[in-house]
C-alpha cells in the first residue's frame, strides 16, 4: 500500500519562507512524477510543481523563481522550498505521486496548510 505524508506547513509573514517535504512509501517504480498541487478556500486544486524521476521540473507561473522543487529519488521524498512568499500562496498544499504501469496510479498526502498573513 502506497502512503505520502506532508510536514513543513505553517504560518509566515510576507516575504518569508518556508520548505515542504513529502515521504512516499510502499511499492512505488522508479519512473514516476512526484509533485505538489495546492487548494485555497473556495477554489480548485491547482498545479504548484512537478518533478520527474530524472529530475526535470515543471512550475506554475505564479511560483516561477519563487518556489524550488527537489527530490531525492532513492528515498522517494520530495521537497518544495518557497521564498518570497505572499498573501496568495495560502492554501492547503498536497503532496501527490502518480506512474503508469499498465494503468494510471495517482496517491495523494493529507495536505499541510500553509498561511502567509501580515
Known amino acids: 500500500q502506497v502512503q505520502v505524508v506532508e510536514s513543513g506547513g505553517g504560518l509566515v509573514q510576507p516575504g518569508g519562507s518556508l520548505r515542504l517535504s513529502c515521504a512516499a512509501s510502499g511499492s512505488i517504480p522508479s519512473i514516476n512524477v512526484m509533485g505538489w498541487y495546492r487548494q485555497a478556500p473556495g477554489k480548485e486544486r491547482v498545479l504548484v510543481a512537478t518533478i520527474t524521476g530524472g529530475g526535470v521540473a515543471n512550475y506554475a507561473d505564479n511560483v516561477k523563481g519563487r518556489f524550488t522543487i527537489s527530490r531525492d529519488s532513492g528515498k522517494k521524498t520530495v521537497f518544495l522550498q518557497m521564498n518570497s512568499l505572499k498573501p496568495e500562496d495560502t492554501a492547503v498544499y498536497y503532496c501527490?505521486?502518480?506512474?503508469?504501469?499498465?494503468?494510471?496510479?495517482?496517491?495523494w498526502g493529507q495536505g499541510t496548510q500553509v498561511t502567509v498573513f501580515s
Open positions: 501527490n505521486v502518480r506512474w503508469t504501469w499498465g494503468r494510471a496510479y495517482d496517491f
